[in-house]
């Protein structure tokens, strides 16, 4: 058999710089690990059936809940259940790893202008 | 509702010293997520129906194959797939972040001294 591949995450984020539109970068047991750059505020939404792993590699990122703000930053993480709206925001560009179901599409059950229907690998 | 949690991976690591025994810090969609501290070598080992992400936080780790090795540095990760034969190795410790199915034992398919049958949330 041949080894599996190696993923160095600084070189896959020099790859793009289209901010909210994730790029898929490993798949395993029906998952997603995606790369998304943010900066600004993206619209509110929830996923019906899939939660939602956010992990902060650089820079700062609020996710705005109707109960709250979760303010992570670089080495923290959330964990958006199924079925909860959010909103993530950020002041200054953010870099993130996410893990989320292969089903889950980036503006959830609302559909608009910044819907990316079938993310790029990279 | 209440917001979600939040979790600092360098706060987490803090918690615990023991080697080969993986923490768990999150779940969702039937993942584990988890960190583990290796130095040395582990058994060969293999998940007969679970795909396991290795994501190095700090140090440096080598997973060997029975195909070839995949040595990885920080930022960096890999995805052993199921029914897999692996072995990972770390010359000095190193801080890694798991991704795998709520069924992953850390031994696979072996049972030893070194299984960790229920791993333990912090």
Redesign the interface.
């Known amino acids: 058999?041949?080894?599996?591949?190696?993923?160095?995450?600084?070189e896959k984020l020099r790859r793009f710089d289209q901010l909210w539109a994730p790029r898929i970068v490993?798949?395993?047991?029906?998952?997603h690990?995606k790369l998304v750059k943010l900066k600004g505020d993206f619209v509110w939404h929830q996923h019906e059936t899939?939660?939602?792993?956010f992990l902060v590699?650089q820079g700062e990122l609020t996710?705005h809940?109707?109960?709250?703000?979760?303010?992570?930053?670089e080495?923290?993480?959330?964990?958006?259940?199924a079925g909860?709206e959010h909103r993530p925001t950020a002041e200054h560009e953010a870099h993130v790893l996410l893990?989320?179901?292969l089903s889950t599409l980036n503006t959830g059950n609302v559909r608009n202008e910044r819907t990316i229907p079938e993310p790029d690998w990279i």
């Open positions: 058999m041949t080894t599996p591949d190696k993923v160095n995450l600084a490993g798949q395993l047991n029906g998952q690990v899939e939660d939602e792993f590699l996710i809940f109707r109960g709250g703000d979760v303010h992570l930053g080495g923290e993480f959330t964990i958006v259940p909860v893990f989320e179901p």
